[in-house]
């Protein structure tokens, strides 16, 4: 690797790059190829972005910034026309090639061993070998999701969907119109491309999506200029809102205080932009409330009944190797779990993972013996 062509590539200076990586450039030597990653963002390059052996740079996925008055915010941000997306609810991976192997990056810049073999079954080998240098941007969807399983998708264990591309050395997302195009011609499955509107029209037809979306329990949209042009705005439904608290609450004391509130500031903005009668705003208060309480007192009383308060995913691998990989993935990031013994089936294993979350239980457990919060 050559640190001058590296700092170049970045836009850094060669001195900047050598300072950074006594902080923010973390190494990491396993799974092989070996790389380093920014563990943080620094000076303009994206947390996530990984520098392999060879010198070939995968920029991380950039931060999509949230509308909170949804018609507002499509005035001030977008002109011309824009895209609508499903916001899929799993997790984020860019996938690339590295000397003939596909690969998975997770987020923070490691290769994820799990989603680099659902990759490589999803995928077609053409893909990188017409474009070696791209980077599939997409999200990791499914019930057998090891971080947010969902039911909600026509997935039957987990799939990857594509929603933005990029290549190697570049920083530039090739946007909407490129994708679907790219995923059209190599049988890639996308986040749904719900519709595509002109920005200054676009509010109500926007909301009629949100409700519809949030009747079938999915996530929200991701609103993106047409001509990729600024960068894109996420927006949520109230459904997901109340999800994510109703699985905050479970393990109440394992969520940062801004989970929770953040959620529930969505909500408020959502319930005054849409102008809500007396009999919608109380459906909404009754499904905000019951995604608080509901699982607050399912914890409770299973503690009460003597249970261990634990959070339970699952996987499906084609190889054991694969699930012990992951295993020593998820140590290495600092997430605690316990894997279940592989169980055949078909031509997969499935196995049952518990997460324990150490500071719900024994908060509870001196809780209902009658400690003081
Ligand atoms: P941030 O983007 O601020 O890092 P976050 O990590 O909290 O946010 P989310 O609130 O889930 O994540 O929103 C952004 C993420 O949404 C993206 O990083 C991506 O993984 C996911 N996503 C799902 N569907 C799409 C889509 N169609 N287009 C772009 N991103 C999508
Ligand atoms: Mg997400």
Redesign the pocket.
Known sequence: MNPERVAGKLGLSRERLEALHKTVIKRSSWPEPRLWRFDKPASGVEAGTVIFENGEIVHG?P??RRAMMLGPALNTHFSGNVAV????NG??VRIVSYHGDLLALT?GGFICPFSTEVARKNLHPRIFEDNPDLVLCG?MVGPDNPYVPKRIYQVKSIEFFL??LSHKNSKRLMGVARTHELAKEYGIRT?PLLGEFQADRAYPQIVEIVRRLGRAGREGV?IKDSENRVG?V?YTTSESNCSDLQFAFRYYNDNALDFFVSRAVREGFQSVEWGEGPEEFKARALRLGESIIGPLSETIRNKMAGEQIVQQVQIRVRSIQTARDFEQHLRRSGTRAIFDIPEPDGDEYLIHIIKPVMSTNDKTEALVKGQFW
């Open positions: 996925y931060k999509i997306e499903e916001k899929m997790y984020n987020r999200e929603f933005d986040a991701i894109p996420k």
